[in-house]
């Protein structure tokens, strides 16, 4: 046999061997992943948790409850998030009340100090003027809230966008519902209109949230 073909056949036995090697040390080493806990190399595990599963949004969620001195605000309508739950979380992580939680009505209620009670106070009238700004740049849309923020009147047109329209009188609604319930109104309420900018024509006048109310293109028409 010649030289040139026994180094060949050695060469690959090496390569082989190299390639089983690393087979055997992959198979130690990979990541697995069963009932939710995933197994990286060195034993190091990760649970998978998902963002809603098993989390309380009750009053046990808290160990050491005491809401002395506290005041109390109740909720009633949760605006931009898809569950109690995804709220009451971001207000827990925000870290702008003592407690919170749903009552037994369904409701999020809030536990606060006097200092706490300002700062959401505050917060929601900058948020409506932030909006109430922005639309004074505005030919096709305009929003008016009163001082005691229980009135909203928009004035538009129908080529004003109605994703941006929807998305600024959530904002004002919720708003307007911090400001009453945290001064200490029960059943927070709004006067809510809406007018056609070009023609006058109401196509909204309900008090909120104990009517609801809707425009589509039959109303426009109107």
Sequence with gaps: MKRKNIFGIVMGIIVVICILMAMVQF???RITQKD?????????TIKKIEDDEEYD??????KDYDDTGLETYVITAVFDYDSETEYIKEIRDADICEYIYKNGDGNAEIKVTGKQRKKWLEGAKKNIDNVLE?????DMCNFMVDEDYERLTVKMTKQYSPQTFYEDVKSVLYNEEIVQVFSGVEDWSVHFIVENMNTGYELVNVQYPQEGWNIDEDTWDE
């Design 36 to 44: 939710n806990v995933t197994v990286l190399p060195g034993g190091v």
């Design 57 to 62: 949004i009750s009053k046990n969620y808290y």
């Design 27 to 29: 198979k130690k080493e």
């Design 134 to 138: 922005r639309m004074e740049k505005e």
